[in-house]
């Protein structure tokens, strides 16, 4: 045999065939094509529909040789009951997560600019917050005790304030105001 055959370039990962010959088809190997079959347009061979596991995979959830859940919930779901000492709650593949209570980042807000609003909004945000299930109890939170927090500070200025204009009048300061 010649090299390179009179056809191109031999392929060294098959097995020689003497010349003239066609290698045979072998219906049992995974490796060898049927020379009659039409061509493969990358559709799946093995006749089973799209998104189905091939070879007899477990289905989603299942207990699987990998380490899949043993309690038939998805991925991401297992945590889902929160509660002392659990992990934080994520959610499963195409679920959203709950969303944001607005009283809650607006009370967070309004404890920056006037906190006695911050306080009655955090207030309603926590409410409505363990009602309707929504995100938010830790800005909730935040904005009361911020707002709390200047409430307490404005009343000693304004009591410090207070103190020093008696003070002042006590001792005969005058003022042109």
Request: hydrophobic residues 30%.
């Amino acid at each position: 045999m010649t090299y390179p055959p009179p056809g191109g370039t031999p392929d060294p990962y098959q097995p020689q065939q003497p010349y003239g010959q066609q290698p045979s088809y072998d219906p049992t190997s995974p490796y060898s094509q049927d020379p009659y079959a039409a061509p493969s347009s990358g559709a799946p061979s093995s006749g089973q529909p799209y998104g189905q596991p091939p070879g007899g995979a477990q289905p989603y959830g299942q207990q699987s040789p990998y380490g899949a859940p043993s309690s038939g919930q998805p991925y991401g779901q297992q945590y889902a009951q929160p509660g002392y000492g659990q992990p934080y709650a994520q959610p499963g593949y195409g679920q959203m997560p709950a969303p944001t209570n607005t009283m809650a980042i607006l009370s967070l807000v309004f404890a920056f600019v006037f906190p006695l609003a911050g306080i009655f909004m955090g207030h309603i945000a926590k409410k409505q917050i363990r009602t309707s299930g929504e995100s938010g109890e830790g800005l909730a939170t935040a904005g009361l005790w911020l707002s709390y927090i200047f409430v307490i500070i404005g009343l000693i200025f304004c009591a410090f304030y207070v103190v020093v204009v008696i003070f002042a009048i006590g001792n005969g300061a005058t003022t042109t105001y």
